[in-house]
């Protein structure tokens, strides 16, 4: 079992940038994909990004790419979403999420086993 924790959260205005980090509990971090999903109030949680193991790959939904870039650092055993252009439609508690099973990265969050307890970004207009 892994534990999750997200910081980095916060208020920014529209245009602005933020940087969330997600710091993991397990000595095996590597061995998770990692995920960021999002969820709005009155909205069903949806898929941002994810990374595989060794980081080599990414995948983004596909509205956020360019605008979002998640990373990781398995000898911190942290990921990271840098987050650019943001708008008010970003509004949302961001959650990562860390899936242990041998797969392509998915983007359902059904198929996340671990999730931290969420960081609230909010971005004004």
């Known amino acids: 079992q892994v534990q999750l924790v997200e910081s980095g959260g916060g208020l920014v205005q529209a245009g602005g940038s933020l940087r969330l980090s997600c710091a993991a509990s397990?000595?095996?971090?590597?061995?998770?994909?990692m995920g960021w999903f999002r969820q709005a109030p009155g909205k069903e949680r949806e898929f941002v990004a994810a990374?595989?193991?060794?980081?080599?790959?990414?995948r983004y939904e596909k509205s956020l790419k360019g605008r979002f870039t998640i990373s990781r650092d398995n000898a911190k055993n942290t990921v990271s979403l840098q987050m650019n252009s943001l708008n008010p439609d970003d509004t949302a508690v961001y959650y990562c999420?860390?899936?242990?099973?041998?797969?392509?990265?998915?983007?359902?969050?059904?198929?996340?086993?671990?999730w931290g307890q969420g960081t609230q970004v909010t971005v004004s207009s």
């Open positions: 999420a860390a899936d242990s099973a041998w797969r392509v990265l998915a983007t359902r969050p059904e198929d996340y086993a671990y």
């Open positions: 397990r000595r095996t971090f590597s061995s998770y994909i």
């Open positions: 990374i595989s193991r060794d980081g080599t790959t990414t």
